[in-house]
């Protein structure tokens, strides 16, 4: 009984690799790929700012409150990152760094203009982001999981064959697709040391790059 057992198992496994080398030798695999470009309409950026001591440095941490609320910039969008104290240095000077989010309601012109203060040490963007960036995420792999069925079609057509039903359907881990980085201006680094003659640098949404978003998905249909 043992022994026609075993054999039972084998006839199984052997017709299984059978099964499955037909289905490959049957079957047209291709890939897929889709891009867009999304406008963002949410812009993080790093603050930092400064005190001589403690106190200056908590009457300089209301002042960008109130600044930053005074453009637009809601307390809940805006986040504390860490502190800083030289201790090694003569003047002692005290930092804090902070994270605020604005939006296309913000005027970007005006904020800066009213962030150019000695106290603040420096800005820059942390991250570029889209609200709706899900929604556009999904379009783009169903567009690339279109163009793989699209290549598909013509492929076959040009020998006289059809495609018939996917047999496996793999996204192809890309991890420059949709990285929202920071990008710079086009005029300039994202890293902006606020100063006098930055007064007059256009700081709005229209100087962002756009995000970019990019999919591959690798397909694979039967030959009919």
């Known amino acids: 009984m043992k022994l026609k057992h075993f054999l039972l198992i084998g006839l199984l496994t052997f017709g299984s690799l059978i099964n499955a080398q037909e289905i490959k030798k049957n079957a047209i695999e291709v890939t897929g790929v889709a891009e867009m470009e999304v406008e963002p309409d949410e812009i993080i950026f790093n603050i930092g700012i400064k005190g001589d001591n403690k106190n ?24 504390f990152k860490s502190m800083y104290q030289n201790i090694y240095s003569k003047t002692k000077n005290f ?12 005027d970007m012109g005006n904020l800066f203009e009213s962030l150019n203060q000695k106290w603040v040490s420096n800005i820059n963007i942390a991250e570029i982001k889209n609200t709706k960036i ?12 279109r163009a ?11 020998i006289g064959k059809k495609v018939g039903n996917p047999i496996e359907i793999v996204e192809i881990e890309d991890y420059t697709s949709d990285m929202i980085v920071p990008m710079a ?19 709005s949404f229209d100087n962002i790059e756009n995000i970019k978003l990019k999919y591959s998905i690798k397909t694979r249909y039967e030959i009919l």
């Open 56 to 79: 200056q440095l908590a009457d300089n941490e209301k002042l960008l409150f109130e600044t930053l609320k005074i453009n637009g910039v809601k307390n809940e969008d805006i986040k």
């Open 95 to 106: 930092t804090k760094s902070f994270q605020f989010k604005v939006n296309k309601k913000t």
């Open 134 to 145: 899900a929604d556009f995420r999904k379009t783009v792999k169903i567009n690339a999981l």
């Open 148 to 158: 793989a069925k699209e290549k598909a079609d013509y492929l076959m057509e040009s």
């Open 185 to 203: 201006y086009k005029s300039r680094a994202a890293n902006v040391q606020l100063e006098s003659a930055d007064a007059g640098v256009d700081y």
